[in-house]
């Protein structure tokens, strides 16, 4: 894999920040976009700008074939059966509120149960708190190791009987954990259960196979894989996807419209209320085009290899904390002893260095580390070793900042 020549892709990356050359480390929170992506849907607003699926003129006809073609790309993308399990969405939120919404609110009842983990992204718990307040079901999590793995025998000692969702994140956004969801679905369906993957950091870094994984359900975002913001996936499995009702009513999902009833178009336009995303979609499949051309094996093994670097050389800056497991993602989160990771995060910034500081969404799992923030870097296909030398360089620097000024 050739990282300068694909570097070359991403203008933005060309620049300097604070007069250093800019070292991205925060794609974990939105990747950026090739030449490829900004092109085409510079394209289609250019050239055939024009709602799909209503006019039979040219550039209605050709948005449409560009908005439909898109979904074939995720579908082949995420190796699903059929493009009526594709939806299109917002982004991850989005989606995982519409399974909540429309399957949870109709398939939970009082004494069921929603399981999750401690490490999810607020996304995938706050709208199963509010499944579980509308329903009456309860919530139960799933305990962390203390290397912020999860154990399937700890999974199987949670689920019960009275399971019936169970929804895990694929990758955790701050710990880079990669979870077994493959044998949790396993797990889910001997008790009766669907399962539900948050897949916005699995997606853009490694191969996903949503039959291989059997899960029912799994959601995804564009802008954290090369491609525009606002726009995400939904898969579905199509005989559950038929039982949802919409959770969005108005033009382009109906069927027929009476003055006291109506009827829903097939999947999956029934779930794409009004005027969709339709240059967030064009873009979505110009990045699949532009990753699948790199590999994604390619891509995933690269990240390895700067995460396993960046673990050795930030564990050689004294009085850092790294949290998470050995075996992890492409992103390291972590503390400076007596600093906050906030200004952390400035002193890097003034070295050129992005990476993000917070709760990350995700504030149980702070309160499991025992922490208010945390640092964290998280490395995409066109990082660098020097990038990683340099972020280490940062660090020492900050340190050294700090001490001098406490000194």
Request: charged content about 25%.
């Amino acid at each position: 894999m050739d990282v300068k020549e694909i570097r070359k892709q991403f203008p933005i990356l060309d620049q300097e920040v604070n007069g250093k050359p800019l070292v991205y480390l925060d794609s974990a929170a939105t990747s950026q976009k090739p030449v490829q992506v900004i092109e085409a849907v510079n394209d289609y607003y250019r050239r055939y700008n024009s709602n799909v699926h209503r006019g039979v003129h040219t550039l209605g006809s050709l948005a449409t074939d560009a908005y439909e073609g898109a979904r074939e790309k995720v579908r082949s993308f995420l190796h699903a059966s059929s493009t009526q399990e594709i939806i299109f969405t917002r982004g991850t939120t989005t989606a995982i509120n519409m399974v909540a919404a429309s399957y949870g609110h109709t398939n939970l009842e009082e004494g069921d149960e929603i399981v999750l983990t401690p490490m999810e992204h607020h996304s995938n718990i706050i709208p199963w708190q509010q499944a579980a307040k509308a329903t009456g079901a309860q919530l139960k999590y799933i305990p962390l190791q203390e290397d912020g793995t999860v154990s399937i025998e700890d999974v199987r000692n949670t689920l019960t009987s009275n399971t019936k969702i169970v929804a895990i994140a694929h990758v955790s956004n701050v710990l880079g954990t990669v979870n077994p969801v493959k044998e949790i679905t396993k797990l889910a369906h001997e008790h009766g259960a669907v399962t539900v993957i948050d897949g916005a950091q699995s997606t853009p870094h490694m191969k996903v196979d949503v039959q291989e994984l059997d899960c029912d359900f799994f959601a995804f975002s564009a802008h954290k894989m090369s491609g525009p913001t606002g726009t995400g996936v939904l898969y579905g499995k199509k005989h559950l996807l038929e039982k949802m009702e919409p959770v969005e009513f108005g033009g382009e999902m109906i069927d027929f419209v009476d003055l006291y009833d109506s009827t829903w178009k097939e999947l999956p336009w029934k779930f794409e209320g009004g005027t969709p995303i339709i240059a967030g979609a064009v873009g979505l499949g110009a990045a699949i085009d532009f990753l699948e051309e790199i590999g994604m094996d390619q891509i995933e093994a690269h990240e390895s290899h700067l995460a396993d670097y960046a673990m050795k050389k930030m564990q050689e800056v004294e009085g850092l904390s790294i949290y998470g497991p050995e075996k992890r993602a492409g992103l390291i989160t972590f503390n400076m002893d007596t600093v906050h990771p906030h200004d952390v995060a400035t002193v890097l910034d003034s070295e050129g260095i992005a990476v993000r500081a917070g709760h990350h969404c995700a504030q149980p799992l702070m309160k499991w580390l025992d922490v208010t923030a945390t640092a964290r870097a998280s490395f995409y296909l066109y990082n660098t070793i020097e990038e990683i030398d340099k972020l280490t360089e940062g660090l020492i620097k900050t340190k050294e900042y700090f001490g001098d000024v406490f000194a």
